[in-house]
């Protein structure tokens, strides 16, 4: 009878247990599980700074080259900016380590500035590290770690 007790006892911790564990482990394997996005806005400028003069912003840089890159200049993923000089990088974490991302890999414009406006240098590449800007959840299960450029410039 006493062990009776004892084992329905133990089954009942079990049982309450069990959720809890299953949800630390979702939470867990969501993180690992989630995406990485990268989105931002190319403009055509060295460092994006309204035109003074004429009180008027940057345009963008539309139809440009850019590329994720990391370590020794390793390429991880492109892109193509549209007509509005928009881009966006969808990555797996699995593959790519959010803490790698953002203190080993750098945004890269390869198309040249002067293609936007000829006054602008034809040498050089634009260039931006990544910062987290949050997370989003979806569905209550897929985090999405939301990474923009820091701030683009030439070196």
Not at 25 to 53: A, E, P, Q, T
Not at 58 to 72: M, N
Not at 90 to 105: A, R
């Amino acid at each position: 009878m006493a062990s009776t007790k004892l084992f329905l006892i133990f089954l009942l911790a079990a049982l309450i247990a069990t959720p809890v564990a299953l949800a630390q482990l979702g939470g867990l394997l969501g993180g690992l599980l989630g995406l990485i996005h990268v989105d931002g806005v190319l403009y055509c400028s060295l460092n994006r700074k309204i035109d003074v003069i004429n009180g008027l912003n940057t345009p963008s840089f539309p139809y440009a080259s850019v590329q994720l890159q990391c370590g020794a200049g390793n390429v991880v993923s492109d892109t193509t900016t549209n007509g509005s000089g928009v881009f966006s990088f969808v990555l797996d974490p699995l593959q790519n380590i959010l803490s790698s991302l953002l203190s080993n890999c750098s945004l890269v414009v390869t198309t040249p500035l002067s293609t936007c406006n000829a006054s602008l240098p034809s040498v050089g590449l634009l260039q931006s590290h990544l910062q987290l800007v949050g997370n989003t959840v979806s569905g209550g299960h897929l985090y999405i770690f939301n990474l923009i450029p820091a701030g683009f410039h030439l070196p």
